[in-house]
Each structure stands twice: as C-alpha cells, then as structure tokens.
C-alpha cells in the first residue's frame, strides 16, 4: 500500500494553468476509473473536487478538469485564482477493499 | 443535509487504547460504505478503514491491522473507531468520511471536521 506519488508543490500565477500529477501503479491508478482529488485548506475538512477521474461534483468550477493515462492521473486547474491555492490530494481505489493516497502537492498561487 | 461529527480524541500514552466516534444524519448509512481517514501533523491524508455499506465487511490499512476495528452502531447513528495499542505514529486529526454511491466505490463526498488523537508520555 505505498502512497500515490505526487509533486510536493506546483506554483502559478493568477489566469494561468497548472497540472499536478499523481503517479500509482497498475494495481490501483492504472487498473481502476476510480481516481479522486481532493482540495484542502488548513483546518477545514477535505473538499471532493473530481471523482471517478474525470467528472466534476455538482458546485465545483469547471477551471478544474482531471484525467487518467495509464498508471497517472493528473488535475489541471485553469484560470488560476488566489482561491485555489491550498493543499490537492488524489485518491485512487487499490482493490480488495483498500484506498490509497497521494502524499499531497502544494499549490501556492503567485 | 449530510452531517458527520466525531469526537473522542483526547491525550493517550502509548500502549493505550481509545474509542472515536462518528455521528452520522442526513442520509441512510446503511446505504452507504464509511471510512476513516487521518492525517498526522505536517503529513498527508492516510486511509485507516473501511466498514461496508451492509456491515458485511471492514477493511484496514496494513498500519492499523489487527490493533485498530471499525464497527457501527445503528441504534446509535453512529460509527466507531476502536483503536489499541496505540503509538505515536498514531498521532493525528482523525477524519470519517462517506462513500459518494451506495454500492460501489467512487469518492468521498462528505467528510467531519475531525477530531484529534494525541497519543505521547
């Protein structure tokens, strides 16, 4: 059950675009659709984002987007906003009943 | 509205034992497979367990197996974190969190605001 592998920190500036990765293995990002991220801000509860992938929950900006190739899936966040910057998570199902996370990328926004 | 609610964090010395609970309204939790979910100080956010929608299995992360036990209560609206033989590397802010379909894995759509678990000498 090693941890999903992410960048530690990713940085842009307002109206730009940034992607984080989130490399697993073909045990869990590689062999199931069931890729979710997550956005966290100090001392709040973590925010789904994207789930199954790519697919948006109701009330999140269509900015965010996510996809999945292979053992990697990745969030891209366009139109950077000030709001944005905190901490993403990704989170893929691992099989037999286990769930694993990305260690987690900071995203500070310039 | 959904809500979850823990509580029962507290100081513990290591080798102790302590019980978290997770208050659950606004949806049908047995519809719904619950998790826990940690994150220790400065570190990221680690599965703990699992308890399926129909209380028909659990599932640990290898961390906890066989010291940590995740059961419900439905008299209570409740779930449980039974925790033993704690240490340090238990330290952390302890999240539930529900499962975003009834009966197959995709997200979690809701989460509590944790509660924290402090285990030192």
């Known amino acids: 059950q090693s941890a999903l592998t992410q960048p530690a920190s990713v940085s842009g500036s307002p109206g730009q675009s940034i992607t984080i990765s989130c490399t697993g293995t073909?045990?869990?990002?590689?062999?199931?659709?069931?890729v979710s991220w997550y956005q966290k801000h100090p001392g709040k509860a973590p925010k789904l984002i994207i789930y199954e992938a790519s697919k948006r929950p109701s009330g999140v900006s269509s900015r965010l987007s996510g996809s999945k190739s292979g053992n990697t899936a990745s969030l891209t966040i366009s139109g950077l906003q000030a709001e944005d910057e905190g901490d993403y998570y990704c989170?893929?199902?691992?099989?037999?009943?286990?769930?694993?996370f990305g260690g987690g990328t900071k995203l500070t926004v310039l | 509205e959904v809500q979850l609610v823990e509580s029962g964090g507290v100081v513990v010395q290591p080798g102790g034992s302590l019980r978290l609970s997770c208050a659950l309204s606004g949806f049908t939790f047995n519809d719904y497979t619950l998790h826990w979910v940690r994150q220790a100080p400065g570190k990221g956010l680690e599965w703990v367990s699992l308890l399926r929608w129909d209380g028909s299995a659990t599932s640990y992360a290898d961390s906890v197996k066989g010291r940590f036990i995740t059961y419900r209560d439905n008299s209570r609206d409740s779930l449980y974190l039974q925790m033993h033989s704690l240490t340090v590397e238990d330290t952390a802010l302890y999240y539930c969190?529900?499962?975003?379909?009834?009966?197959?894995?995709?997200?979690?759509?809701?989460w509590g605001q944790g509660t924290l678990v402090s285990v030192s000498s």
């Open positions: 989170c893929s199902y691992a099989g037999y009943s286990h769930v694993v």
């Open positions: 969190a529900k499962e975003m379909f009834g009966t197959k894995w995709s997200a979690f759509d809701h």
């Open positions: 073909s045990s869990d990002v590689g062999s199931y659709e069931f």
